[in-house]
């Protein structure tokens, strides 16, 4: 069965510190998707990347990075210099089998970003 | 780029009420899926249909009813309200073998059961 364990319930820092938030899965299967998904105070889910499970490279995308490492079962996420507007709730969520299934999320991370 | 689409966005209805959420996908996605979010809570899987069909269940009660029609839209059916009815409901929608063409959730329907 397909788990997603995120530890941190809430996180708190102050502006330009940076921040990891940790994401640890369980599957069975060879092939799978992970994804990260913000979702602010207005509620709606915004899309932050998707990685399959044969595409270990981390990836980095303007003060966002991703450390995917599948020895260790983990896709972190990482916020260099976060600013006040990063403050939400970040979900980390696994998809098995190819042409996508439904997700199974974690119980998600606050962050807290003070001014 | 055309998103996920579903109406409405808040709805407010009494206990043993009915209510009807719709979702329309991303042009040329087969596959719409459902979900629900209560206050606090991580998305919870309810339901999805691929080309029409339902292709996998979740933890979806049974006075839940959902179809995909003809034109890819969906609804779903939620009878006998109950208070704990109350979340955020999201469609996402994608199509299927092509991962490339991606993931994507609708903006949601905030349903308040009082």
């Known amino acids: 069965a397909q788990k997603v364990t995120q530890a941190q319930t809430e996180i708190s820092v102050v502006e330009k510190e940076d921040v990891t938030l940790d994401c640890v899965y369980e599957?069975?299967?060879?092939?799978?998707?992970l994804f990260w998904y913000k979702q602010p105070p207005s509620g709606e889910l915004v899309f932050l990347i998707r990685?399959?499970?044969?595409?270990?490279q981390n990836e980095i995308s303007g003060r966002y990075s991703w450390n995917f490492q599948k020895s260790t079962s983990s896709f972190n996420f990482t916020i260099t210099a976060s600013q006040v507007v990063d403050s939400a709730v970040y979900f980390c969520?696994?998809?098995?089998?190819?042409?996508?299934?439904?997700?199974?999320f974690g119980t998600g991370t606050r962050l807290l970003v003070s001014p | 780029a055309a998103g996920v689409i579903q109406s409405p966005r808040h709805l407010i209805k009494e206990k043993r009420e009915t209510a009807t959420l719709k979702c329309y996908p991303i042009?040329?996605?087969?596959?719409v899926y459902w979900y629900q979010q209560g206050p606090g809570q991580d998305p919870q899987f309810l339901i999805s249909?691929?080309?029409?069909?339902?292709?996998d269940k979740g933890s979806i009660p049974d006075r839940f009813s959902a179809q995909q029609f003809s034109d890819y839209h969906s609804e779903l059916n939620m009878s006998s309200l109950e208070l704990g009815d109350s979340a955020l409901y999201f469609c996402?929608?994608?199509?299927?073998?092509?991962?490339?063409?991606?993931?994507?959730f609708g903006s949601g329907t905030r349903l308040t059961v009082v």
């Open positions: 996402a929608s994608s199509r299927r073998n092509y991962p490339n063409y991606g993931y994507t």
């Open positions: 599957t069975r299967d060879t092939t799978y998707y």
């Open positions: 990685r399959n499970s044969f595409d270990e």
């Open positions: 969520a696994l998809s098995e089998e190819r042409g996508f299934q439904k997700l199974v």
């Open positions: 042009p040329r996605h087969d596959t």
């Open positions: 249909f691929y080309e029409k069909m339902q292709s």
